[in-house]
């Protein structure tokens, strides 16, 4: 069972911008869904994409957050713009179809 692999966290200051890697060997097709987890809470669905490339996010990130996928290739990216303190946590990358979870990055919104 192939891992998936995020890279691309970091700090940001409130209202800035980063981008998220997720790359998953062998996994063209497949859906695949970004959560995230902060200190001392329940790990959240961020948001999801479908192979036909349709994307579906979580209220709270909607309109600030993109998922795309690299063409022809097992990446997906997501774009956090807008970024706010209650962004802050580890973000993970998931694959459904194989529950193949990554290692998570962290990401800090912070002053």
């Known amino acids: 069972q192939v891992q998936p692999v995020e890279t691309g966290g970091g700090l940001v200051q409130p209202g800035g911008s980063l981008r998220l890697s997720c790359a998953a060997s062998g996994m063209i097709r497949d859906a695949m869904n970004w959560y995230r987890q902060a200190p001392g809470k329940e790990r959240e669905w961020v948001g999801g994409i479908e192979p036909n490339g349709y994307t579906k996010f979580a209220d709270s990130v909607k309109g600030r957050f993109t998922i795309s996928r690299e063409r022809a290739k097992p990446t997906i990216y997501l774009q956090m713009n807008s970024l706010k303190p209650e962004d802050t946590g580890v973000y993970y990358c998931?694959?459904?179809?194989?529950?193949?979870w990554g290692q998570g990055t962290q990401v800090t919104v912070s002053s």
């Open positions: 998931n694959v459904p179809r194989t529950n193949s």
